[in-house]
């Protein structure tokens, strides 16, 4: 795989930026629970200005609204209607998007106030028709002094930021432009965070999930090993998978071979059996094998390591291009992604391995293991598309690829399934471009006659019978040198996202998105950059990631996670598994609650401690000029 070259020269577009000192900033959206706003699942009847945005729900409203009634039960109908309007205005800054901004609150170890922070014009009205009804909206026995003096009332009460205090932040516009829409920076970027997840990986290589209600999910090092962690965020500590006697690997930065791939079987309740994908040397002979293992009877949390069973074996001619990505389609076939075999150009042969269907060497596989017990370990689908061409290999589902890493499935629109089963991937690229590609059955991608949109050997890509598929997007190596294909976001926590192919580049840790147009098929691309100033100021979220981006992943809820390190080497510990969080809005409170399901544990639980905030060496990326891409590229 050629993510990890061993000449790793970032580009100079990119500028690395140590985070020694954290950033100050303006208000941004925030509840008092320290989390994002949310649009209410039904319209608020009460605090009605926050019925299509804000932090509260339909109970919450109800809440304030009872509270509201019980307060003016001490007046009298005309009590009633001079100060009204102003008790009701300030209880329902609770459901201000900006709540807790206007209560202090933003920092979770500082006292929140106990009323929010009125604008200086605004308090003096307040206290000037209604100032003795201080003490209904607080518990505090000195309110009848406050009351009686302008000056201690308005003191206690008034927020000093003129653009941030209420009323005026219903009015400001920079404030309510797009509120609760992603945030982008003057160039277009979007903002995002990050939570820190796990950390201390050897090269984090895939990250799985096991699709049987527990939520766990399972990481696996290019060392060869693969380990559990439950949906609380603790790990097990013996690993799910202990293959390093049989990986092929090295601790040299760059290397492509090693543990590159584990998929779970689509119906791991019933089905308990695993598929790895691993680098290994047969009398020294370099090969990429395809193994199946079972579950221990004894442990869920373990596969029997005295069960595998060879799948499939592919001799490497070169150290490089090993592909390395395995995934289940959702017609239950088991999907391989193989490398050209190496070197440079893909030399081999008059057309080279990608345009051979005698070799599966730069190809995408598709077998049945369903049904393998006994006999052949596995079986050709019978609609696979070269099934009786003549030298072709059954196994070949599609090809001319490159050198495809990372890959995954579209979920589908929550609601209408749109794009359900899309197959996106990640082709790597030789001299100028990089490219994301959609699997088609029998789809030819063109390598080694196109590299991206452009020729790479002109006199193949005169040839009219390649016909080959173009990518939906492609990038210059300005922007990066070796693209890590992600996920289209199908979560329930982040709204905002639904439908975003998000991705990234190994050589310049750039974070990227591709947005479909409906009604054209075209992709737009959007940079991802970590929020500024205080965008990410949310317990547990940080704004910062390691650069080398080597694997995206999905829970079993379908929120998005990318694993990176600081040193592309198997042997460091400096791998982490970040989850891609949006500041600007959340789903509703409960909707996106589950209950696991219980896991039977052997062994001790290590539980997770975030490392941010520990380390010196962190760094985020800021793009030194916008790099906007023609619809040639």
Not at 425 to 451: F, M, P, S, T
Not at 596 to 611: A, E, M, Q, R
């Amino acid at each position: 795989m050629t993510v990890w070259r061993a000449h790793c020269v970032l580009s100079q577009s990119v500028i690395l930026v140590v985070l020694l000192i954290p950033q100050q900033g303006n208000a941004h959206p925030q509840c008092l629970d320290y989390k994002p706003p949310f649009q209410p699942p039904e319209p608020l009847l009460f605090c009605k200005e926050y019925a299509k945005f804000g932090c509260c729900d339909i109970d919450r409203d109800n809440q304030i609204s009872q509270r509201f009634y019980q307060i003016m039960d001490y007046f009298d109908q005309t009590g009633f209607m001079a100060c009204g309007k102003y008790i009701r205005s300030i209880l329902c800054q609770e459901c201000s998007p900006y709540a807790a901004h206007l209560y202090d609150a933003e920092d979770a170890n500082t006292p929140m106030r106990e009323l929010p922070g009125l604008c200086g014009n605004y308090c003096e009205d307040f206290w000037l028709h209604c100032r003795y009804t201080l003490s209904l909206l607080i518990d505090n026995n000195e309110t009848h002094a406050i009351e009686e003096d302008r000056s201690k009332f308005c003191k206690y009460l008034e927020f000093k930021d003129p653009e941030y205090c209420y009323p005026n932040v219903l009015s400001n516009d920079e404030l309510n432009a797009n509120l609760g829409d992603v945030k982008a920076d003057p160039q277009g970027c979007i903002q995002l965070c990050l939570e820190e997840v796990a950390n201390g990986l050897r090269n984090p290589v895939a990250m799985v999930h096991a699709n049987d209600g527990t939520h766990r999910f399972f990481v696996a090092e290019q060392l060869g090993y693969v380990w559990t962690y439950l949906a609380n965020g603790s790990r097990i500590d013996r690993p799910f998978l202990n293959l390093t006697r049989a990986v092929l690997t090295s601790p040299w930065a760059g290397d492509e071979r090693g543990f590159l791939c584990i998929a779970l079987h689509p119906r791991f309740t019933n089905v308990k059996k695993a598929y790895v994908y691993y680098s290994v040397s047969v009398k020294k002979q370099e090969k990429i094998r395809i193994s199946e293992f079972l579950v221990c009877d004894s442990d869920v949390n373990m596969l029997d390591h005295s069960s595998e069973r060879t799948l499939l074996e592919v001799d490497e001619p070169a150290s490089n291009h090993n592909g390395g990505q395995l995934l289940f389609g959702l017609d239950g076939y088991l999907y391989i992604f193989i490398g050209d075999g190496g070197k440079a150009g893909d030399p081999f042969g008059k057309f080279g391995n990608s345009q051979n269907k005698s070799t599966l060497l730069g190809k995408v596989l598709r077998i049945d293991v369903d049904n393998n017990d006994y006999g052949a370990p596995y079986s050709i689908p019978s609609d696979n598309p070269f099934v009786g061409e003549r030298d072709a290999r059954p196994e070949i589902y599609a090809y001319g690829v490159r050198n495809m890493w990372r890959c995954s499935v579209d979920r589908g629109d929550p609601v209408s399934a749109q794009g359900r089963g899309r197959m996106f991937c990640g082709d790597v690229g030789q001299n100028k471009y990089e490219e994301v590609d959609l699997i088609e059955k029998g789809g030819n991608y063109g390598w080694r006659a196109k590299e991206g949109f452009s020729c790479y050997d002109k006199k193949l890509c005169t040839n009219s019978t390649l016909n080959d598929i173009l990518p939906i997007f492609a990038y210059p190596h300005k922007i990066g040198k070796s693209v890590t294909g992600g996920y289209i976001y199908r979560g329930c926590q982040m709204p905002n996202l639904n439908g975003l192919y998000i991705f990234g580049d190994f050589m310049s840790g750039r974070l990227m998105s591709l947005k479909e147009n409906p009604a054209t098929g075209k992709w737009s691309y959007k940079e991802i950059c970590m929020g500024a100033d205080k965008t990410c100021s949310f317990p547990k979220l940080i704004n910062s990631y390691y650069k080398y981006i080597i694997s995206f992943g999905e829970d079993e809820a379908g929120e998005l996670y990318f694993l990176a390190t600081g040193a592309a080497s198997a042997t460091a510990r400096a791998g982490v598994v970040y989850k891609i969080v949006d500041p600007s809005r959340r789903a509703p409170p409960g909707k996106c609650n589950f209950k696991p399901t219980p896991v039977n544990i052997k062994g001790k639980l290590i539980h997770f401690s975030p490392k941010e905030g520990k380390r010196a060496s962190k760094h985020t990326f800021i793009p030194s000029e916008v790099c906007v891409l023609s619809s040639a590229v």
